[in-house]
């Protein structure tokens, strides 16, 4: 993905928020960070995670290792919401809530 990405760095002024699921690859995550804060400014990128409950336990734990190995200050936001929902006795959509609560 990030091949198809040519942006000049140094007049990138703004706030970059990135939404990954989890689909993806911590060392894409890593060069995608790189690629929009290549001078590592804190406050520049926002990751919002948004996957399922399991997914939180399993995989982004492996996300946020990758990030911080490879040095990089970004900021997590979680959408609980997302990848948690059941459809209830009476057919409405909802979510149970010991699984937003990760």
């Excluded at 760095?9 to 699921?21: F, P, T, W």
């Excluded at 995550?29 to 690629?35: A, D, G």
């Excluded at 399991?54 to 970004?74: S, T």
């Amino acid at each position: 993905m990030h091949e198809y990405l040519h942006i000049g760095n140094e007049r990138l002024k703004v706030q970059v928020v990135m939404q990954v699921s989890n689909k993806m690859d911590p060392n894409e995550l890593v060069k995608l960070i790189e690629i929009f804060n290549s001078n590592n400014k804190p406050g520049r990128i926002t990751i919002i995670v948004r996957m399922g409950a399991e997914n939180m336990r399993v995989k982004f734990p492996h996300l946020i290792r990758a990030v911080r190995r490879a040095g990089q200050i970004v900021t997590w936001v979680c959408d609980p919401m997302h990848g948690n929902t059941i459809k209830a006795p009476c057919g409405l959509k909802t979510r149970p809530f010991d699984a937003i609560l990760v």
